[in-house]
């Protein structure tokens, strides 16, 4: 009975200064959240998008497939150096550079789109 009464009291000790901690660190302002979720739904979808070109690939390696996605897989790091840029963007030059990797995207995916083709 006793043990559990200690294995409550530090759980809840451990629990207190955990939320301690938490309320210590200086919360992100609205503005700095809607920037961390853009990003984080921009790397998400670049690693997707990437990913299924890979495995597109994977299943055709033929050198004339290869060749047709070059000019896909330059634009696809073209847009990896862009977001890159925008992780690191201060407030003043996030919205430019959000721009610039909108464009680089959609300019991606064309490129896939007409390495599908042929």
Known sequence: MKNHRLILLLLGLT?????A??????????????VQSYVDAATDQLRT??????AELGTAPTEETKKRF???YAKLDQTDR?????????PADFDRIKLRFEHTR?????????????
Do not use: M, N, T
């Open 15 to 19: 629990s207190g200064a955990l939320i």
């Open 21 to 34: 901690a938490d309320q210590k660190a200086s919360p992100l302002s609205p503005y700095e959240q809607a």
């Open 49 to 54: 998008i990437r990913a299924e070109v890979d």
């Open 70 to 72: 070059e000019p896909a």
């Open 82 to 90: 862009v977001l890159a840029a925008l992780k690191k963007a201060g």
């Open 106 to 118: 959609a300019d991606a995916v064309k490129a896939i789109e007409a390495a599908r083709k042929g």
